[in-house]
Nanobody, 122 residues
Framework: QVQLMESGGGLVQAGGSLRLSCAVSDRRFSNSVMGWFRQAPGKEREFVGLIRWSDGITYSSDSVKGRFTISKDNAKNTVYLQMNNLKPEDTAIYYC???????????????WGQGTQVTVSS
């Protein structure tokens, strides 16, 4: 089973930036689409965005569009979430996930990482 490992979380002031990474253990067993989700305390998990390995197509939620960018490095089996102009409401645990299709990732991903905490201070 593919393993996903996030890194790069931390504490940042509002307006700052962070880049999260999600390393995939073995691309041979990974799914075709990688997604990013977040969950703030007391709130439901929220879809942030996704990227497809084959062609790099991306989608982002309206709440982060224009501030967050998703990219990938096929050689490193890693996807990234570049977060700029961070706001206190972006504070959450961020998870990467994978699935065979865009629909799978947005509805019920097959695999999940353990999550990384992002805290934005005002």
């Amino acid at each position: 089973q593919v393993q996903l490992m996030e890194s790069g979380g931390g504490l940042v002031q509002a307006g700052g930036s962070l880049r999260l990474s999600c390393a995939v253990s073995d691309r041979r067993f990974s799914n075709s689409v990688m997604g990013w989700f977040r969950q703030a305390p007391g709130k439901e998990r929220e879809f942030v965005g996704l990227i497809r390995w084959s062609d790099g197509i991306t989608y982002s939620s309206d709440s982060v569009k224009g501030r967050f960018t998703i990219s990938k490095d096929n050689a490193k089996n890693t996807v990234y979430l570049q977060m700029n102009n961070l706001k206190p409401e972006d504070t959450a645990i961020y998870y990467c996930a994978s699935g065979k299709t865009i629909a799978t990732v947005t509805r019920e991903p097959t695999s999940w990482g353990q999550g990384t905490q992002v805290t934005v201070s005002s």
